[in-house]
């Protein structure tokens, strides 16, 4: 059936035109209004971090450090809480060792492994896969990004294990029965009831990393791969303390951006335990 000639139009395209209008008529003020604050806040971390670049170098090595951390931890909780049967105690207590050791002195034992006659440069040259020593605390990116991993790795382990631990096994089984293969059925039943366990594990080991800075003192400490942290760090130890107050804004400001992640963990573990019930 055809509309009539002079009939008005429907309540969705009236609701449509309405929204339209008023989108169009406030768009001014809100570009306005974005510009007054991106531009402050722009001039705001770079003050903050000397150069912005501090700020998004701390951000990649976090990405890296924490995607690299989940490839590790996931599949090392995975067969523990599926496939370690009468020794999974046996399992847990050796993930557990780590948090005997402060982190420091899991940081210095790492310090002797990277020195140019560490073991790590004898184990690569035993393999020949280097022809001469690497200078591993010479400022690289890779060693501080990894230094992270070894640094928060069991904290992630941990909490991924108790997600995965609780997921009911009849549940894979149903997926099994329905025809999916193993790969299919971790896809699409494992991996999405540890979703939550992911998500927790990640919001415990980012933000840490984010604020780290001894981890890069340690094992670089050069201004090749200064993260924001140690700009705070600088800034509250500063001799004399001239630089204090600036110090604890900043420290102030990056709690203030924390607080996004952990907004959105809320409101993510309420959705899902609403849709649990």
């Known amino acids: 059936m055809t509309t009539p000639a002079g009939r008005r139009p429907g309540r969705s395209a009236l609701g ?3 929204r339209l209008f008023w989108a169009a008529l406030a768009a001014p003020g809100i570009i306005w209004l974005t510009l007054l604050f991106i531009v402050p806040f722009y001039a705001i971390l770079a003050i903050a971090g000397g150069q912005l670049d501090i700020i998004l170098r ?3 090595y976090v990405a890296l450090a924490s995607l690299i951390s989940l490839l590790i931890a996931y599949p090392a909780a995975y067969f523990v809480a599926r496939f370690a049967g009468r020794r999974k ?3 847990l207590i050796l993930l557990i060792a780590p948090f005997w050791i402060s982190y420091m002195m899991r940081m210095l034992a790492w310090i002797d492994l990277l020195q140019t006659d560490g073991y790590v440069n004898k184990a690569l040259s035993f393999l020949h896969l280097i022809s001469q020593p690497v200078d591993w605390l010479g400022g690289l990116h890779i ?4 230094g992270l991993v070894y640094g928060y790795i069991p904290y992630l382990i941990l909490v991924l294990y108790a997600g995965l631990d609780r997921i009911d096994p009849a ?4 997926g099994r029965d329905l025809g999916l293969d193993r790969v299919r059925t971790f896809i699409r039943v494992t991996l999405p009831l540890s979703r939550q366990a992911i998500l927790t594990g990640m919001l415990i080991t980012v933000l840490p990393m984010l604020g780290d800075y001894f981890t890069n003192q340690l094992l670089s400490g050069t201004t090749g791969t200064v993260m924001f942290g140690n700009v705070i760090d600088d800034q509250l130890t500063s001799s004399g303390g001239v630089l204090e107050g600036q110090g604890a804004v900043f420290s102030l ?3 203030l951006l924390l607080t996004a992640p952990m907004i959105y963990y809320v409101v993510a573990t309420n ?3 609403r849709r649990a019930t």
Do not use: G, M
Request: net charge neutral; glycine share 0%; hydrophobic share 65%.
């Open 16 to 18: 449509a035109q309405h």
């Open 89 to 91: 105690a046996l399992f």
């Open 271 to 273: 959705r899902s335990s």
């Open 171 to 174: 549940l894979i089984e149903a």
């Open 58 to 60: 701390t951000l990649v």
């Open 253 to 255: 400001l990056f709690l």
């Open 143 to 146: 060693t501080v990004v990894l």
